[in-house]
């Protein structure tokens, strides 16, 4: 590690002209990037070693995390800050006339996820490795992570994302530890030295080559791994090949290795494709098989080693998506390691611990059994093994109750049922707020939840406040520590001591800079991107997720027309300011939330160049929503937009960003929310509208007249007519599926029932405003709420109440 900003110039300016034989007045930009990030990777690398040594030496049990999905973004900073190296570099850079920020622009976004199951995966990492626990992710190594986003006359266009066309810095391929992972053939079972063997023949093997990206632990030794599987093959079908038939044979190689070529843009969204179900299966079994290689170099290798491998490795699956691992892992216990089936179980079951993210009930995984079959025979013959054998236990527990067994059953209707067959294979079951478990303790999963009443928790999400916090709004992270010490960094509670300064006009005055100075920062943004000058001093509204009918984008921009048509009414009306900003993509087959992204960008257009308006609203889209963007919107809002239809928001992770940098939620009952008012007091968020209980109660029962509420509401009335009546800049129909979701389909989401009380919490939040001093005491408060929302605290209780591991503290080397 360097001691000095001396000692890091010396070795950076040697690791550039080593690397590329020149100095640093002819390295280019990307040139600088590479060297730095190299020599910083060569310092990770040491205690990475020292980890993995150590953890092989103590044999204490280990997590892995595995999900589709890990949204890491950019990791050069992110590194930087836990090595405790972001002052040294950034002072010995600067003196050798080179910006730290700029170099880190430089590294592409790795967008390896879609939304918030994603990034909370990789936040889940940053905490753990912080924590000192031996907790690992398993993914996979798309070749195209998610589409860059381009809006090009209000519409999104999507562009394929090239992240790895420059090479990947952080990543390490290990050839030597690639598996096979087959598909398709037949198995068939035959008897062999007296007990039943599987045999799988005709099969498609594809090599599973994994990427090895270490996980640097803040103020610590520890770097654990993302370990990221890639689909590859140098084997050419040799016998086309030699008949000359070399299409053919490159056809098939890529064939091959189009298993991780793209990911699926979809969130809450599901598309259902072949190829999707490949990749689930793909990533598990090569997971799984080098988890097992592993275990049994360090564990023993017998049979009975194998039945305590719940003792030493624990396995999370995020989500449904890699479900597949519990009857992968039966297969390798009995088909490769010949474990019976009861042992197979026992150990299967107390391995693995699944988490929901999702209770939109379209969002819920199945796949056709057909396809099951055919692309995964071996899979299919122990699902189907476990659902036999779970049925029957059904049985005997509710004898005569066909309805409830035929709704617990993992295969019906045709469909293997994935959220069935992860509850029924785990050991722990949990939702991520504490609204989102009850809901599936008692609706979604209430027959699981009977049966099995202790395998359901709750674990409230959380984030990494190094990212969020630290990283992101370096002006504030000095503020608090000037004002309260560094301890926050380990242990973010303790930003409940800033609590005491939240009526200090000094503190205001300098939560106000900051904040002054971070909008100033994304107006730069924007009057560059998009040639618009937005006001500083008006507030910045911020809605940036992903696009989805649930999550009520419509909501807001109604809003604004409503807003908007008021002002053009009576220009004199005295508003407060405001720049609504939005920002966030749309699964690309899902059409209603792509003519969402139009109707705002319509309004945008429309509201932006009147002059009647002039500098007070302003209504921004802001194209390409990343981690990385994200990390310049956050410490910019004054208003965290969270207004998802109560019940329908499993967690929400972004309102938690916004918290901790200060910003004041308008929102629902909804998700994470809840929690975040609980901390905060209904003095320091501004809530609306239906609650859970009643949307849900709607649901059940009936009794919701979209068409009355409509009618009911003159301000209402004419912004839903405005979608259709040509008022709008767009081709007559552009907006009528928007239309008919509100008035013709009964309005599923109660955007209209809850408009007048989302209009009437708008006006409070401007009077709030108008009270600087008050507003800004909310913002503290916020801050100093937000500790509880620290990833480091969920990980702290997923690794107590679910996995079993504790902290091991790895010696320098
Ligand atoms: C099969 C299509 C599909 C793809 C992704 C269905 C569902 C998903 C994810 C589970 C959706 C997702 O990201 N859920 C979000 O998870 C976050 C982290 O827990 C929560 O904060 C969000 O509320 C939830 O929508």
Redesign the pocket.
């Known amino acids: 590690m360097f001691k000095s900003k001396e000692e890091f110039k010396t070795a950076y300016i040697e690791r550039l002209e080593t690397l590329f034989g020149q100095s640093l007045d002819e390295s280019s930009m990307a040139d600088k990037y590479v060297a730095f990030s190299a020599l910083i990777r060569q310092l990770i690398n040491k205690s990475w070693y020292q980890s993995n040594r150590q953890y092989r030496a103590t044999k204490e049990k280990q997590v892995y995390y595995f999900s589709m ?1 890990f949204l890491l973004g950019r990791l050069l900073a992110s590194n930087l800050f836990n090595l405790g190296l972001t002052e040294i570099c950034g002072q010995g850079l600067k003196e050798l006339g080179i910006n730290l920020s700029e170099l880190e622009a430089v590294e592409q976004d790795a967008g390896l996820g ?7 995966a990789a936040c889940f990492l940053d905490s753990m490795a912080a924590l000192q626990l031996p907790g690992h992710g398993c993914g996979i190594r798309y070749r195209h992570g998610m589409f860059e986003q381009k809006i090009v006359d209000g519409y999104q266009i999507e562009l394929p994302d090239n992240w790895l066309k420059d090479g990947y810095i952080w990543e390490m391929r290990k050839a030597d530890r690639a598996v096979t992972v087959k598909f398709g053939g037949q198995v068939r079972l035959a008897e062999q030295g007296g007990r039943l063997v599987a045999i799988h023949e005709n099969y498609e093997p594809v090599v599973a080559v994994p990427y090895d990206v270490p996980v640097v632990g803040a103020n610590c030794n520890t770097v654990n791994t993302l370990r990221l599987w890639s689909a590859e093959t140098n084997h050419f079908d040799l016998s086309s090949f030699s008949k000359g038939d070399f299409l053919k044979a490159v056809e098939q190689k890529y064939s091959l290795e189009a298993t991780s070529q793209i990911l ?1 843009p ?7 494709k072949t190829l ?1 179900l490949k990749q689930q299966y793909f990533f598990v079994s090569a997971g799984l098989q080098s988890i097992v290689r592993r275990y049994k170099r360090t564990h023993g290798a017998t049979p009975a080693d194998l039945a305590k491998i719940h003792e030493k490795i624990a396995i999370h699956i995020n ?1 449904t ?1 890699p479900a597949l691992a519990i009857p992968e892992l039966m297969r390798i216990l009995m088909d490769e390691e010949g474990l019976g089936w009861d042992e197979a179980w026992n150990t299967t079951s107390k391995t693995i611990s699944y ?1 929901n ?2 209770i ?1 009930p379209e ?3 199945k796949w056709p059994v057909d396809l099951v079959q055919a692309l995964l025979p071996r899979m299919y013959m122990i699902i189907h093994e476990i659902n036999e054998r779970f049925c029957a236990a059904l049985w005997q527990e509710y004898p005569g109750q066909w309805e409830r067994i035929r709704e617990m059953a993992i295969i019906g209707d045709c469909y293997v049922r994935m959220a069935n067959l992860a509850v029924v294979g785990s050991h722990s079951v949990n939702g ?2 504490a609204v ?1 478990s009850e809901i599936l303790k008692k609706e979604v999963m209430s027959n699981f939840h009977q049966y099995f009443p202790h395998r359901f928790t709750n674990k409230t ?1 959380g984030v990494t406040h190094r990212r969020w916090l630290a990283k992101a709004n370096p002006k504030l992270a000095s503020l608090i520590t000037e004002t309260i010490g560094p301890g926050w960094l380990a242990h973010p509670n303790e930003l409940a001591n800033l609590r005491r300064y939240a009526q200090d006009p000094a503190f205001q005055a300098s939560i106000k800079a900051v904040k002054q100075a971070n909008k100033a920062r994304l107006a730069a943004y924007i009057k560059n991107k998009m040639a618009i000058t937005v006001d500083v001093n008006s507030i910045f509204d911020v809605q940036v997720k ?1 696009i989805h009918a649930y999550k009520r984008q419509t909501l807001n921009a109604l809003h604004i027309l409503d807003l908007y048509n008021r002002l053009k009414a009576d220009p004199a009306i005295d508003i407060e300011p405001r720049t609504f900003i939005f920002g966030g993509k749309a699964a690309t087959g899902y059409y209603l939330a792509k003519r969402i992204i139009k109707f705002i960008n319509t309004l945008a257009q429309v509201i932006n160049n009147d002059p009647v308006i002039g500098a007070r609203i302003k209504v921004i889209f802001l194209e390409n929503y990343s981690v990385s963007l994200a990390e310049l919107i956050m410490p910019a809002a004054d208003v965290s937009e969270q207004i998802s239809t109560a019940s329908r ?5 972004g309102n938690m960003k916004f918290m901790m940098n200060g910003a004041v939620t308008i929102g629902t009952l909804d ?2 929310n809840i929690e975040i008012r609980d901390e905060v007091g209904d003095d320091n968020i501004v809530i609306f509208g239906l609650t859970a209980a009643e949307v849900l109660n709607y649901y059940k029962y009936g009794g919701y007249n979209a068409l009355e509420v409509y009618q009911g509401n003159p301000r209402l009335r004419l912004v839903v007519d405005q979608l259709m009546n040509g008022f709008l800049p767009a081709s007559p129909d552009e907006f009528h599926s928007i239309h008919h979701s509100l008035l013709r389909t009964n309005d599923e989401y109660f955007v209209l029932r809850d408009f007048a009380g989302y209009a009437a919490a708008q006006e409070k939040v401007a009077c709030l405003y108008r009270d600087q001093s008050r507003w800004q005491a909310m913002a503290v408060n916020n801050i100093a709420f937000s500790g509880r929302f620290a990833s480091d605290r969920t990980v702290a209780e997923y690794a107590i109440g679910i996995w079993g591991i504790k902290p091991v503290v790895i010696r320098e080397s």
């Not at 979809?266 to 259902?272: F, H, L, M, Q, T």
């Open positions: 999905e879609n939304g918030g199951l994603g990034r909370l699926y979809d969130d809450n969204y599901p598309e259902g999707r989500d998506h988490t993210h999702t939109l969002a819920l995984e991520v707020a989102h999400n992903r928001e499993a967690s929400g992770t998700g994470a």
